[in-house]
């Protein structure tokens, strides 16, 4: 899987994608900013991050779907996905029209979020996070990102 890692500044992640054959690649990233017509016309908000977890398939359809919203949004099968917004927010969604606000300050998801949400209480930022949970879950490493709104 992942992880994935915000506070109510910066969203980070990591580039490990694994084939269901078990053969592990490096991927671009796992997160998108919206462009801001998007942003606003789906969420009332100028700007928003939004990282994902899970198939990287069902990804692609749903990230396409993002720059150019229109008709129903794709069902998300096997992904999980997490927002944060220009007002700091902070959202979880296992598809595309439910986001639960989360009232934490900090949140992650994927395989490793237990070792982010850990390291970030205990002082960390997103990134740093990430890079702690890399040591510790195996479906996470090959580079980091961090985004910042």
């Not at 720059?67 to 902070?90: A, H, N």
């Not at 979880?92 to 606000?101: D, I, R, S, V, Y």
């Not at 390291?119 to 997103?126: H, I």
Request: charged share 20%; aromatic share 10%.
């Amino acid at each position: 899987m992942t992880t994935i890692a915000t506070n109510t500044k910066s969203m980070a992640c990591d580039l490990q994608a694994t084939h269901s054959g078990g053969i592990k690649f490096k991927i671009e990233t796992k997160v998108i900013e919206l462009p801001t017509k998007t942003a606003q016309q789906l969420f009332g908000v100028n700007k928003a991050l939004i990282g994902f977890c899970g198939s990287v398939d069902a990804w692609g359809e749903i990230h396409g779907w993002f720059y150019v919203p229109e008709g129903k949004p794709p069902k998300c099968r096997g992904i999980e996905l997490m927002m944060l917004t220009d007002k700091g927010e902070i959202y979880h969604a296992t598809n595309m029209t439910n986001w639960t606000l989360i009232k934490e300050k900090q949140f992650a998801i994927g395989s490793g979020m237990q070792f982010a949400v850990a390291a970030m209480d205990g002082g960390k930022t997103p990134l740093e996070a990430v890079k702690v949970a890399s040591k510790f879950d195996p479906n996470t490493g090959m580079g980091f990102k961090e985004y910042s709104l």
